[in-house]
């Protein structure tokens, strides 16, 4: 039994559900629950980037006469009042714990109500107790496109493709939007739709309307293939980080749209933002010695570990993720990371494990979330890169950890701050 | 105050044996309270001339925060207090955690001291199915518990069941097993059933109750067999039940 003792338990899958569907913005959420759990949501929906759930969350706050007698008059009453007043297309009914505990039938309530309300009704009635939030977002997002996206053949825009994957948690989403739009502009290819987070239920129904869908998590991965079942459209997974990582994802996306791989550009690209560390540090400043450890999701792991290893020539001494990767079969993580050298690798750690290994590698840099950057004592250079990170915002679009610019904003960042802990450079 | 629990099986005569139970010991002059811990709400049917009383848990909802200990409390039968918990109809809500909020209501009106029984008898649906059916088992609550069984395979099962559940109780100090109730449903060798079931979980039979149809003679008339007969088979097997229970209190 694992006992949760610090500020951070895992997620479940009903916070999944929430974060995905806040992010969709005709949509509003009717849950089925005690009123202090709403409140709860509604702060650490806040936690990340300030955001608000403000008119996105309703709950039709159960009492203890509900529980016993099961009675769904009062959600049944709720979900046809936030129709009436907000007009939202599609409302997320969504169970809580009490919810499941009591076995209160959402789907056949949403069942019988649907006639009488014009908004969508889409259930959701695990209450998180059917896994972490990396579930939750992976159904909660195949039920939306289960829902707009009809099963039939599509003639795709050319050169025009959708992003799957972000939705509120997932860390710098902003910027590393901003920046994947700007280097798919370079290659002459639009953006469609960016699912889930800030999209509309329109926006959901054009999804078969671009060429390629662009899988920017690994949870998202069965969304992709959901999508390629219905419209038989194409997905692709990954994350372009560091010069290298950011050069092969060029190709993929190029050769996947019979695009000619931008050689002129990319050359252009490397000589504004591919400055090397070399460059920027002095020769009585050496730095291959310099260990990092890393605590983020799989995409920013991998990638950072690449550009960490081959663009800077640093070492990676542990990687740590939040969940067992999710990508394909025929692509073994673990082979992955271990032709970068890395063999230190820990999937869902407790606190204890994490910190002994911090201890016991005594690495100069970390990516990690707020709470481990805390935990981590002796580590001189923390680095934001996971959520939760409640102080911490990244709401601005220029710092981006992926593409050309990516790479340079960290670079200069690591640069700088090496600099301002001089000590990691003695060996 | 004693407070007194019999479990046992759905259907296995909990309801009928707790009734004529409470008519015995009000016959000898105790103050007895009758509470059943069952959404279905016919425990004290028989001590109330066949009507059911409002449950608790209808009651509240109904009266929310203005309602009274009497509303909660009927009198039956030979000045015996009833009350019913009350529940969900089936297949919806939560049955067990109607009870625990029956009892609190309860609790909060100081029903105990404003009525002061010598015993109060609780009637425990079923099985010990989740927490809310346990309740009558925690601190505060029953002291002593009796099981009610027959020689049937699956009576015998849930008696022992409801043993472990118990003696899991026991062990933070509540509720402890005080013996086992044979309601007889005339099985093979059924003494020795029982006698040997009551061996291994480590209490006594402390009764035999015949199989008799008086007690569906006096169910068509409304009424519990002790209401109307001081003796015979049945009333002296449930006797023997109730002496039991009044000794123990004097060997305390
Ligand atoms: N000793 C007995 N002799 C003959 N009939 C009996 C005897 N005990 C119980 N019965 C009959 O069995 C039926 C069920 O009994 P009762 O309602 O007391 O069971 P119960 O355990 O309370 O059931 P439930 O779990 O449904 O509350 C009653 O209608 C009663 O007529
Ligand atoms: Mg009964």
């Known amino acids: 039994m694992r006992i949760i003792e610090t500020g951070i338990p895992e997620a479940t899958d009903y916070f999944g559900i929430l974060w995905t569907m806040a992010g969709i913005r005709d949509c509003i959420i009717v849950e089925h629950g005690a009123p202090g759990t709403v409140t709860y949501t509604q702060m650490s929906f806040n936690s990340m980037n300030r955001r608000s759930m403000f008119h996105k969350i309703f709950t039709c706050a159960v009492n203890e006469d509900d529980v016993v007698m099961g009675s769904d008059a009062r959600l049944k009453e709720s979900i046809k009042w936030v129709d009436s007043t907000y007009h939202p297309s599609v409302i997320a009914v969504v169970a809580t714990s009490i919810t499941a505990v009591i076995g209160l039938d959402i789907d056949g309530i949403v069942r019988s109500l649907q006639p009488e309300v014009s908004a969508r009704l889409i259930p959701f009635s695990s209450g998180g107790f059917n896994g972490t939030y990396f579930l939750g977002i992976a159904e909660s997002s195949k039920a939306v496109i289960r829902e707009f996206i009809k099963p039939g053949s599509y003639t795709p825009t050319k050169k025009k493709v959708n992003i799957l994957g972000p939705t509120c948690e997932q860390f710098n989403t902003i910027s590393d939007l901003a920046e994947i739009r700007r280097l798919l502009s370079l290659l002459g290819i639009s953006i469609g739709t960016i699912f889930p987070d800030g999209c509309t239920t329109d926006e959901i129904k054009n999804i078969p309307d671009a060429s390629l869908n662009l899988v920017i998590r690994d949870i998202m991965i069965p969304v992709g293939e959901e999508i390629e079942e219905l419209s038989g459209q194409k997905y692709m997974y990954g994350l372009p980080i560091g010069l290298t990582g950011t050069k092969k994802w060029i190709a993929r996306v190029s050769e996947l749209l019979g695009i000619l791989y931008p050689e002129e550009i990319i050359n252009d690209e490397i000589s504004r933002f591919g400055f090397s560390l070399t460059s920027l540090f002095l020769k009585i400043q050496p730095y291959d010695h310099l260990s990092v450890i890393l605590a983020c999701p799989y995409e920013y792991a991998y990638g950072l570990s690449e550009m960490i290893i081959k663009d800077w020539g640093m070492q990676v001494s542990a990687v740590f993720l939040p969940e067992e990767p999710q990508i394909s079969e025929h692509e073994n993580y673990k082979i992955l990371f271990s032709d970068l050298g890395i063999h230190d690798l820990y999937c869902n750690p407790d606190d204890d494990l994490f910190e002994s290994i911090v201890n016991g590698k005594k690495p100069q840099i970390l990516f990690a979330n707020s709470y481990y950057l805390k935990m981590a004592k002796s580590v001189q250079i923390k680095i934001p890169a996971a959520h939760p990170t409640p102080d911490y915002i990244t709401m601005y679009d220029g710092t981006p950890f992926v593409g050309f610019r990516g790479y340079a904003y960290l670079t200069q960042m690591i640069t700088n701050m090496c600099n301002a802990h001089p000590e990691v450079f003695i060996k | ?252």
């Open chain 2, 1 to 252: 105050m004693r407070r007194i629990a019999l479990y046992g099986k759905g259907g296995i005569g909990k309801s009928t044996t707790t009734s004529n139970l409470s008519i015995v010991l009000a016959k000898k002059g105790y103050t007895v309270m009758q509470i059943g811990c069952d959404p279905k709400a016919d425990s004290t049917r028989m001590l109330t001339g066949g009507e059911r009383i409002t449950p608790i848990l209808k009651t509240l909802r109904q009266g929310k925060d203005g309602v009274t200990l009497d509303q909660l409390v009927t009198k039956g039968d030979y000045g015996i207090y009833c009350a019913e918990c009350g529940g969900p109809t089936p297949g919806v809500g939560c049955a067990g955690r109607g009870i625990i909020s029956a009892f609190e209501r309860l609790d909060a009106l100081n029903a105990f001291n404003e009525l002061k029984p010598d015993f109060v008898l609780y009637d425990v649906l079923g099985d010990v199915v989740c927490g809310g059916f346990a309740m009558p088992l925690r601190k505060g609550y029953a002291e002593e518990v009796y099981i009610v069984t027959s020689g049937e395979l699956m009576s015998l099962y849930a008696a022992e069941n409801i043993a472990l559940a118990v003696s899991q109780f026991s062990q933070k100090g509540y509720a402890r097993l005080c013996g086992i109730i044979q309601n007889s449903r005339n099985v093979e060798n059924e003494d020795k059933l029982i006698s040997d079931l009551a061996a291994e979980i480590g209490v006594r039979v402390v009764t035999r109750i015949p199989r008799d149809k008086v007690v569906q003679e006096c169910e068509s008339a409304r009424s519990t067999v002790a209401s109307f007969f001081d003796d015979g088979a049945y009333v002296r097997a449930i006797t023997v039940l109730a002496d039991e229970i009044i000794s123990k209190k004097e060997n305390r």
